[in-house]
């Protein structure tokens, strides 16, 4: 009964086309929902692809290698004894030709809706991923996940939210249409607020959710080494745009342009988060904290004092979130990329460490799931590594702010005595006005500060 | 509350519901054209030709009716006792929710003051809160042609004379147009219908019109279509109508080119009230430029339906209550031609859907293989669903059939709530039914029609 079509997943707004890196599994491997099928490489990113049934992978329509439209059938996942003809003969024929032909793909194949009720169980693939969680086998964050949703439980705020299921496979509320365009372009209708009647989430909410950026954050000063200036050679040679580069080229300036930023900075004694930092890193057997998991950990908890700040602009409304989903901007040799942190909130500093080193790696790796790739709510930029004071950093929109965070460096301070050494550190809030004021932004800034000034607020 | 049409005696009624204080004002009878002049009357008349119609082909079901007659003055005088008991549903609805009628002409005279002019002298209203207006619309004419109601009608006379003309021109062929088309010619009076544009009911989708003219033609209507006329003017048989597509004359012409908003008088200039395109210009809760003036309905702009103005007429009232309303879905207002075989429609035609370059699948169904359509006789017309290829959405509905209007709102419900070709499929239908009929063009879209 149960054939699961494995097409190319929708991993980004822009995305119109895949190509699969590499097959992880083969034809007759055996199969659980959730296992990563292969590696895509998208505009954006590598992300791994999951598989949304389970059974066993009969049949590979698409080799590595090869570029695909979105929503092409790559491969069919179905018991041994299932009859898979009539879907793989769907591919048109031979496979590699439908696919070589890319945007011809999906034409020559019957309308995919069209034989959906015969070929798949009327479940949403979207509940089907959400409801079993990504269970990746290193991944220290899927344990959490339910305790997470406990401690959101417990909070007052949470209980407002609107249509937010319980981590335990409530209903998500969403009409059949809502579903479908999630399910075709792998939006998590477990990540959306919905906007109908009760919670529910329509059309416009996941269509929404699909135009959110699933990257790309800070305004990073030039990344790249300075040329040797040279006499002899070309003057100038143009380098064609990766497509990561592209990808931002054309996002940011939809942010920069009809966002209202504004910035705040505020200077923060970083003395005692330091030496707290030093004394945790060294115990045994306790992962190693940076500077930055302090900031993500004071900026979530505050958010959750400043809702204000942790809200998006939605053209008629503003949307207020209860939970902190929080972007944290990678830097890439060929660009950056801000996979997200979910409910970093309600994460101990340890496991903001543990899991925010996770996603850094993986970003470099370009391993990042869709999942991780989209849903901020807020996000982080840091450029202290470079030894920068402080810079201000571009919104991520539809995030109603960002923060830039500068080196941690020492200088001459004026305690009571005199004058002393100090470790001080620049954080520049980048706020839309539409959503806030400045002084809005001054108090959220003013609180992270005190948090991070008395840092073991940050470990009860 | 200025004029108590659909939407003006909804709104009324939905704002006393919300415990305001509420005056209407109106110039004609309570519930407007709709109820009196319009839709109403206008669905006894046409009952009265499906009644002729059904005794005319009697004989297919083995009756024979001997010495059948039907008095068109006697439908007139039944279409009349329709509107009059209507008109007093709403003074009763108006009693039963504390709502004063002052009777009159209302005109603002400033934002928040109505000055009523009726039998008596004048009256002046001040509203505490809010002033909605909706005093509807008119028929227009062609330019240089005055509406005399004698050789000349309008809707208005339509509805009212109890002679029928031997012979009528109608111009315009949208739902008025042809409704009356459909009321006279099952009177036996000779009826040609004019239209400018290539098709009749133009804003329907293309194979409606196409189907229809054919079962208005078969029943002896002469239809033009992409004739201009130039001159309506005494003579020949009554009338004579020049076009550029021949001569025409009749005992009567209709004028059915459509309604323009009724403005004038209702003191908009002095206050400075947006227009556009011979409308009001209402924000999505009804309010107008000036704050504090709601305009609802005909006036208000298209489409010029009594449902739609039911619908700004709740959004507006909630408003002014200081509630949240949910603004109307001007994309998802059902339009219905209550002719024989009946046309409703809901959503974006055939063209539209695929303007744009979007992937639609269309799925059609005749009801000439629906069992109950064969059971009752009546097989004109089908159904026609179009959906998006991709996800499902049902973009748009046509029906053309018996029942038309009563079956399109299970795919309002659908729309409303968001359901794809899969919701509706998965819904079992009552059999036999002309409504399975909407479940096979369903399917047919997913072609996997059964009974076809």
């Known amino acids: 009964m149960a054939v699961t079509k494995v097409v190319m997943p929708k991993l980004s707004e822009q995305m119109e086309s895949g190509k699969i890196i590499k097959w992880l599994k083969k034809e007759g491997d055996r199969i659980q929902s959730g296992d990563i099928l292969a590696e895509v490489e998208t505009d954006k990113a590598d992300v791994e692809m999951e598989a949304f049934g389970g059974g066993v992978l009969r049949k590979i329509l698409v080799p590595a290698g090869n570029k695909v439209t979105v929503g092409s059938l790559i491969g069919v996942i179905a018991d041994e004894s299932e009859d898979i003809n009539s879907v793989v003969a769907q591919a048109g024929g031979g496979a590699p030709a439908a696919a070589a032909q890319g945007a011809a793909a999906p034409s020559a194949a019957k309308p995919a809706m069209a034989d959906r009720p015969a070929a798949v169980p009327p479940q949403p693939k979207s509940e089907d991923l959400t409801a079993r969680k990504p269970v990746p086998s290193k991944g220290p964050e899927a344990p959490a996940s339910p305790r997470v949703a406990e401690v959101v439980a417990q909070q007052p705020a949470a209980s407002m939210a609107p249509a937010q299921p319980s981590a335990d496979g409530g209903r998500v509320k969403a009409s059949p249409l809502a579903r479908k365009i999630a399910a075709q372009s792998g939006v998590d209708l477990k990540l959306i607020h919905g906007s109908g009647p009760g919670g529910r989430i329509v059309r416009r909410d996941v269509e929404a959710a699909q135009s959110s950026p699933p990257a790309a954050a800070a305004a990073a000063p030039a990344l790249r080494p300075v040329a040797q200036p040279s006499v002899s050679g070309p003057e100038f040679e143009d380098v064609p745009l990766t497509p990561m580069r592209s990808a931002i080229a054309k996002r940011m300036p939809l942010s920069k342009a009809p966002v209202p930023h504004f910035y705040v900075t505020s200077e923060v004694a970083m003395d005692r988060a330091w030496a707290l930092r030093e004394e945790l890193n060294a115990l045994e057997g306790q992962p190693k904290i940076s500077v930055n998991d302090f900031i993500i950990r004071a900026c979530a908890l505050t958010l959750l004092h400043h809702p204000g700040v942790n809200a998006s602009f939605q053209g008629e409304s503003i949307r207020v979130f209860h939970r902190v989903h929080m972007g944290i901007a990678v830097a890439l040799e060929e660009g950056l990329i801000t996979p997200v942190l979910r409910d970093a909130h309600a994460k101990s500093l340890a496991q903001i460490a543990v899991d925010a080193r996770d996603l850094a790696e993986r970003a470099r790796q370009r391993k990042l799931r869709t999942q991780e790739l989209s849903g901020a709510t807020f996000s982080i930029s840091n450029l202290g590594m470079f030894d920068v004071r402080d810079f201000s950093a571009i919104i991520n929109p539809p995030e109603g702010a960002i923060v830039a965070v500068g080196a941690v460096r020492k200088v001459p301070v004026v305690t009571e005595d005199g004058l002393g050494v100090g470790r001080r550190m620049a954080l520049t809030i980048s706020c839309d006005h539409r959503v806030m004021d400045g002084a809005m932004g001054a108090r959220y800034l003013q609180d992270v500060k005190k948090l991070l000034e008395e840092p073991l607020r940050l470990l009860v | ?452």
């Not at chain 2, 009878?29 to 002049?37: D, Q």
């Not at chain 2, 130039?230 to 003579?235: C, E, F, N």
């Open chain 2, 1 to 452: 509350m200025v004029g108590t049409g659909p939407g003006g005696y909804v709104s009324a009624i939905r704002a006393a519901q919300l415990g305001l204080t509420v005056a209407t004002v109106e110039d004609d009878r309570p519930g407007g054209v709709c109820l009196n002049w319009g839709c109403i009357p206008t669905k006894a008349l046409l009952r009265n030709a499906e009644i002729v119609h059904l005794f005319e082909k009697a004989e297919t079901f083995g009756i024979t009716v001997q010495g059948m007659q039907a008095d068109y003055a006697a439908a007139v005088q039944r279409s009349r006792g329709v509107a009059d008991r209507m008109a007093k549903g709403v003074e009763f609805l108006f009693r039963k929710n504390k709502i004063t009628l002052f009777p009159g002409t209302g005109s603002l005279t400033s934002k928040n003051v109505v000055d009523v002019k009726g039998k008596d002298g004048v009256t002046t209203l001040e509203a505490g809160r809010a002033v909605i207006l909706g005093t509807g619309s008119e028929p227009k004419s062609l330019p240089g042609v005055a509406i005399d109601e004698k050789l000349v009608i309008s809707s208005n006379g339509a509805v009212r004379n109890e002679a029928k003309p031997k012979s009528i021109v109608i111009i315009g062929a949208g739902a008025v147009g042809v409704e009356f088309a459909d009321v006279y010619r099952s009177y036996g009076v000779e009826v040609t219908l004019l239209e400018a544009l290539p098709r009749i009911v133009p804003i329907e989708d293309e194979e409606v019109s196409t189907q229809l003219t054919r079962s208005l033609s078969r029943r002896g209507i002469t239809i033009k279509t992409g004739v201009k006329v130039s001159a309506v003017k005494p003579g020949g048989a009554g009338v004579v109508i020049e076009t550029d597509g021949g001569r025409f004359e009749a005992e009567q012409v209709l004028m059915a080119v459509g309604r323009g908003a009724r403005t004038k008088g209702v003191g908009l200039e002095a206050l400075g009230v947006t227009m556009e395109r011979g409308f009001v210009k209402v924000s999505p809760t009804m309010e107008t430029s000036v704050k504090g003036i709601y305009a609802i309905g005909d006036m208000a702009g298209a489409p010029l339906l009594a449902h739609k103005a039911m619908a700004e007429g709740v959004v507006a009232a909630e408003a002014i209550a200081g509630k949240n309303p949910r603004p109307v879905d001007y994309g998802n207002v059902p339009s219905c031609t209550y002719c024989r075989p009946q046309v409703a429609s809901i959503g974006l035609t055939e063209a539209q859907a695929k303007e744009g370059g979007r992937e639609v699948a269309i799925g059609k169904f005749p009801f000439t293989a629906n069992g109950k359509a064969v059971a009752l006789g009546e097989t004109e017309g089908f159904v026609k669903v179009i959906a998006d290829k991709k996800t499902g959405e049902i973009l748009g509905v046509h029906i053309l059939g018996a029942e038309a209007t009563e079956m399109i709102h299970e795919f309002a419900v659908g729309r409303t709530l968001e359901a794809t070709v899969d919701e509706i499929m998965h819904t079992i239908h009552a059999h036999p039914t002309l409504s399975e009929a909407a479940l096979e063009a369903t399917l047919a879209v997913l072609g996997q029609a059964i009974h076809i």
